[in-house]
């Protein structure tokens, strides 16, 4: 069974710092998507990727996929408090049929 | 344009029920799917179902069920509830067979 592994866990930052997200994951696939989850929320689509070496950014953040290496980063610039949330990474192996990572919670420290 | 809508948002329900979910997707959306997030276990896939068609199912016993109309509006169903049952289920739907979801707000189910 295909497993997705984030880390880190929990990440706390100051604002305006660096960071950087990790995705693996353990059997080939090169549809990997993240989402955003705010508390009590549902799951905000945040980036798409579909190719080797896709790499797509939004504001302070930008996600790239390494399909090789079963790899996704999602790098956080300058961050803010309002990028404080749950980021999920997710593989997609037969359509449709997503596999979770377990989550980093994000806070942003003014 | 309207989003996945869920209804009900919140439910209540004792253990040895059953409960239906619902799930009213993205117009024009034919790939519907269902997925529980607990605090212990995360996000886990419980079915797809596209034009009708159940496609995929994850690893769920048989008292999670589910069902697709030709409006493409999909109910889910568990039946005997249990204490672990409680959790947010999420609706997604998506335009074709493949191409990532747009999740709906999401059902709390808490079994008492």
């Known amino acids: 069974e295909l497993k997705v592994e984030q880390n880190p866990l929990f990440l706390s930052m100051q604002e305006g710092k660096n960071y950087t997200i990790y995705c693996n994951y353990s059997?080939?696939?090169?549809?990997l998507y993240w989402y955003r989850q705010d508390p009590g929320k549902s799951l905000e689509s945040l980036f798409v990727?579909?190719?080797?070496?896709a790499v797509k950014q939004e504001g302070r953040l930008m996600a790239s996929l390494d399909t090789k290496a079963r790899l996704s980063t999602l790098h956080i610039t300058a961050a803010v408090h309002d990028l404080s949330a749950t980021y999920f990474c997710a593989v997609d192996m037969r359509g449709n049929q997503f596999y979770f990572g377990t989550g980093t919670s994000l806070t942003v420290i003014p | 344009k309207a989003g996945v809508t869920q209804t009900p948002r919140y439910l209540i329900k004792t253990r040895g029920q059953q409960v239906t979910l619902s799930c009213s997707p993205i117009?024009?959306?034919?790939?519907v799917s269902w997925y529980q997030q607990t605090p212990g276990q995360g996000l886990q896939f419980l079915f797809e179902?596209?034009?009708?068609?159940?496609?995929n199912k994850g690893n769920f016993p048989g008292r999670f069920s589910g069902r697709q109309f030709s409006n493409s509006r999909s109910e889910m169903n568990v039946s005997t509830l249990e204490l672990g049952d409680s959790a947010l289920y999420l609706c997604?739907?998506?335009?074709?067979?493949?191409?990532?979801?747009?999740f709906g707000s999401g059902t709390r189910l808490t079994v008492v």
């Open positions: 059997t080939t696939s090169d549809r």
């Open positions: 117009s024009g959306h034919r790939s």
């Open positions: 990727l579909l190719s080797n070496g």
């Open positions: 997604a739907s998506s335009p074709t067979s493949s191409g990532g979801y747009t």
């Open positions: 179902y596209f034009s009708e068609t159940q496609r």
